[in-house]
């Protein structure tokens, strides 16, 4: 796996498994899941400070920025303004220039406006930030939005939180031919080998929350993500065999008894 | 509210903001450099806006806050996709 890592405007990812910080039981929690997960990419929310509870804890007090990259996001927002908003506010804090741009269209599905997005992303990339993008899996949506100055995209795999798994490998293959820059599947995927698939079909990482905060043992999920994204990523490199419909036997026929 | 009545000099000296979507009486021509401080939070950590513009972190310091004002202090919180 040495000289395989990750670049997206000029930034190096050594993990190709990026996760996300909400839903843990506790900041104790989510520190262990990340360490060993082996991530060297969080992402975090943009939120009001509570000035009324100011002994409550911080994040970044167990997320050091020093060794990890922070990804802000703008989830919860509902229309381009507010995404524009929240990344212009996460880039002004000081720490970082990536933000996961969400714009999310209906609360039901939580699927991606990707009107919206594309219009909050065209503003903040002549903002200057480096704009990573939530999307549907839909190859056109990709090539707007790399036309456009996006230096990677974060299609879905499923639904956010389904853990129903990648559902149309079809298009992620297609965007993949179409946009040549980096894919980071985004939301969706359930366990390990959901990872392992995303990353055998040639996804340049994954990135997920709810299947290791909500696993029964988050901790152990972590470490079942790491190996399930080395494990597709190592896959993909080697080179599978193609599928084929009837047997092709293993071991040689010369030498057999009785001939 | 929470401040004396009786007092026109303490009248004239504060004004009614919206901190984080809350009411709040703070000192006339307070900063935000100095709400920051007031408020114990660590400004290395937050952005500020104001009446929906960015204030950065060089203009804290200059940037009086007046009567009327629409204040949002946010950070980094635990989250994923949405």
């Known amino acids: 796996m040495i000289d395989d890592k990750l670049v997206i405007a ?3 990812f050594k993990s190709r498994l990026w996760v996300g910080t909400g839903k843990y039981k ?3 929690e989510t520190k262990k899941a990340i360490e060993v997960s ?4 969080v992402t975090v929310s943009v939120r009001r400070v509570n000035i009324i509870d100011k002994s409550k804890e911080n994040l970044l007090d167990y997320i050091d920025p020093k060794k ?6 703008t989830a919860g927002c509902y229309t381009a303004k507010d995404a524009i908003r929240t990344a212009m506010l996460a880039a002004e804090a000081g720490i970082t220039k990536l933000v996961k741009l969400e714009v999310i269209g209906d609360d039901k599905t939580l699927f991606p406006d990707n009107e919206a997005t594309l219009e909050a992303a065209k503003v903040l990339v002549k903002e200057g930030l480096i704009v990573l993008p939530y999307m549907s899996d839909d190859p056109i949506m990709a090539k707007k939005l790399v ?3 996006c230096p990677a995209v974060m299609p879905l795999a499923a639904p956010i939180g389904s853990g129903l798994g990648i559902r149309n490998p079809y298009n992620i293959r297609i965007i993949m031919e179409t946009v040549k820059v980096p894919i980071i599947v985004d939301a969706g995927v359930g366990t390990a080998s959901d990872v392992a698939f995303a990353m055998e079909l040639g996804c340049d990482a994954v990135l997920l929350n709810t299947a290791i905060a909500g696993a029964k043992d988050p901790i152990a999920m972590a470490e079942a993500m790491k190996y399930g994204v080395l494990g597709g990523r190592l896959a993909y490199k080697a080179g599978r065999i193609p599928k ?3 047997a092709t036997a293993s071991s040689p026929i010369e030498g057999m008894i009785g001939n | 509210m929470p401040y004396p009545t009786g007092y026109g000099f303490f009248l004239e000296s504060l004004v009614n903001i919206t901190l984080n979507g809350e009411l709040k009486t703070v000192h006339d021509n307070i900063t935000v450099l100095g709400l920051l401080e007031f408020l114990h939070i660590q400004h290395q950590r937050v952005a500020v806006e104001l009446n929906e513009s960015i204030v950065k972190k060089d203009n804290y310091g200059s940037t009086a806050i007046k009567n009327g004002d629409i204040l949002e202090i946010v950070s980094f919180m635990g989250g994923g996709t949405t």
């Open chain 1, 147 to 149: 036309d456009i100055g």
């Open chain 1, 38 to 41: 082996g991530t060297d990419v």
């Open chain 1, 26 to 28: 506790d900041f104790a």
């Open chain 1, 10 to 12: 000029g930034i190096e």
């Open chain 1, 68 to 73: 990890y990259k922070i990804l802000p996001n």
């Open chain 1, 244 to 246: 084929k419909l009837y």
